[in-house]
């Protein structure tokens, strides 16, 4: 059994399920949690006010929302629930609206999960795999496919014509760490850790740069410690001015966009 099935069951999974906005999307994965004990209905608030509060930083892919909010007592045990919308709906998000599948994450710490995490944003970033979790007809065909894995290196992000850097000439001045944030510090910033990590072990610096996923609060505070913060639009209008640079990202499990970001960023 994978990390993610593990936390992730069919009683969890809803398919074709009819949302009339955000909220509502939110709230029929929240409700799944609910109902398998993980998390009481707080929890589901919870997750609503983050992006009311924040914005709709939880959309890290085209069509794909992250729901989470940050571990409290209203929290029994970490698990998933999974809601493919039978018609999408809109979040506010300026390139990855809308949605129509909601992933919902109840976590006790920021670290039980760390690995579920990995797996599905490198699952969520093959197209193959995507297009096959879209198809699906049954909760038991998506733990089918979820359990079947993806390629280790997903389709769109090919090696460019440009040969990938070798050494670290790029980072020669470099404070050899990049933060990558999000509200809570445990969902979507993993997202971007994961996919930042593959695109660094690719070009082979992932021995000389380290990507610590955080929050908001604390990334202001560890940014000096930083060459540069990674995040979606709603969380760099938060950060503000934190005197180092702050890059958006839009695509979340994308490593041609972090390829670009980078090769940009360090001058490649």
């Excluded at 709603?234 to 005197?243: K, M, P, Q, S």
Aim: with cysteine; charged share 20%; hydrophobic share 45%.
């Amino acid at each position: 059994m994978s990390e993610i099935t593990r936390l992730l069951n069919t009683a969890s999974i809803r398919l074709d399920a009819v949302a009339d906005d955000w909220r509502g999307a939110i709230a029929l994965a929240g409700e799944l949690l609910e109902q398998q004990g993980a998390a009481g209905a707080e929890y589901t608030r919870a997750m609503i006010t983050s992006v009311e509060e924040n914005g709709p930083y939880i959309v890290v892919a085209p069509g794909f929302a992250f729901a989470h909010a940050r571990p409290s007592e209203a929290v029994h045990r970490t698990a998933m629930s999974w809601v493919r919308l039978a018609r999408p709906v809109e979040f506010g998000h300026a390139a990855n609206d809308p949605v129509t599948l909601v992933v919902a994450l109840s976590a006790t710490d920021r670290n039980e999960h760390l690995q579920a995490m990995r797996t599905l944003a490198t699952l969520l970033g093959s197209p193959g795999t995507r297009a096959a979790l879209d198809g699906t007809r049954t909760p038991e065909e998506v733990l089918a496919v979820l359990s079947a894995g993806a390629p280790e290196r997903p389709a769109e992000a090919a090696p460019s014509a440009e040969p990938a850097p070798t050494t670290t000439e790029a980072a020669a001045d470099s404070r050899n760490k990049i933060l990558t944030v999000c509200g809570n510090g445990l969902g979507t910033s993993l997202f971007l850790k994961n996919t930042l990590e593959q695109v660094l072990d690719h070009w082979g610096w992932s021995k000389y740069l380290t990507v610590e996923a955080t929050d908001t609060i604390s990334a202001r505070g560890k940014a000096k410690e930083a060459d540069l913060i990674l995040t979606s639009g709603e969380i760099a209008r938060t950060l503000g001015d934190v005197g180092v640079p702050v890059k958006v990202i839009e695509n979340f499990t994308s490593t041609t966009e972090l390829d670009a970001a980078l090769r940009e960023l360090y001058d490649v």
